[in-house]
């Protein structure tokens, strides 16, 4: 069922059009045919059901992430596309906002690497866990003094 569509690429296209930021989804989910009810309208239940389905999908096809420095160069590289640089340039200490991560981008990422690790993200990704040191630690299951730390002040 892979098309080559993806969020990056739904979200790359929709940027290059003009399509204001608050427009652009933060999730896609690609299925063959929409199911329909007997009278030929959306069958929103069924329509759950596909997209639990391809979750679970999404999860058996997700990237593995073996290291610490192969989880932070994903962060930079999501980070570097949201903010149109180069990965180089997203410093793994500095924090998101610093960085020019705001609310909306920061959940947009948080979808970014969900769809590109599989693994359950929360929206609140980027602040729960502020520099992409943080989530690297956090994608390879290292804990982090940062992210403890992020998570404290969090619930505070």
Known sequence: MSTGVDLATVTGFL???????????LEVVRVDELPRTPAGKLDRRALETLLEQSAVAADAAAQTLSSYDEALALVQAHTATLLGREPQRIAPHANFRSQGINSLLGVRLGNLLAEATGLPLP???????PTPAAVARLLTGQTSTDAASAMAAGNA
Do not use: H, M, T
């Open 15 to 25: 940027r290059e059009k003009g399509v204001a930021e608050y427009k652009i989804p």
């Open 123 to 129: 929206a609140s990704l980027a602040f729960d866990f």
